[in-house]
């Protein structure tokens, strides 16, 4: 991780963005038609920094990157409306596997290559 992801959503009103002002992982929310920015405090055990990845068609869900303590990132999805976090699956970033949302890698040591067909 180390990159500071923000990532507009699907109705083109909200950016999230991580947020670097306390001790437990939290989000941003910037409301880009009014004004408001919310905070999203993420309950996730051994989190040091969530990223946003992506957002979920209808905007109701964030999928999430988060640094754990333990050297391994988690992928989470969250809920805007109460924050609610749910873990989707461990990723070691020591091994060649990735995870692929909204056009954005997570995860792995290497990209992903693509077969090509000659001719």
């Known amino acids: 991780m180390g990159r500071a992801d923000v ?15 306390g ?3 939290r989000l941003h929310l910037f409301d880009l038609t009014g004004g408001v ?6 309950k996730v055990p051994g989190s040091q920094h969530s990223s946003p990845i992506g ?20 992928l ?6 109460d924050g609610r976090w749910t873990k989707l699956a461990d990723i070691d ?8 949302v909204a056009g954005r890698r997570t995860g ?5 290559r693509r077969r090509t067909r000659s001719t």
Do not use: K, Q, Y
Request: hydrophobic share 35%; aromatic share 4%.
């Open 7 to 21: 990532t507009l959503s699907p109705d083109g009103r909200t950016v999230a963005a991580p947020a670097f002002d």
């Open 55 to 74: 957002w979920s068609p209808d905007n109701s869900s964030l999928i999430v990157e988060d640094a754990a303590s333990s050297g391994a990132d988690v």
């Open 37 to 42: 920015t919310r905070t999203l405090d993420l």
């Open 108 to 112: 792995g040591g290497s990209p992903i």
């Open 76 to 81: 989470g999805i969250v809920t805007v409306a």
């Open 23 to 25: 001790d437990s992982p």
């Open 93 to 100: 970033s020591g091994d060649d596997s990735a995870v692929t």
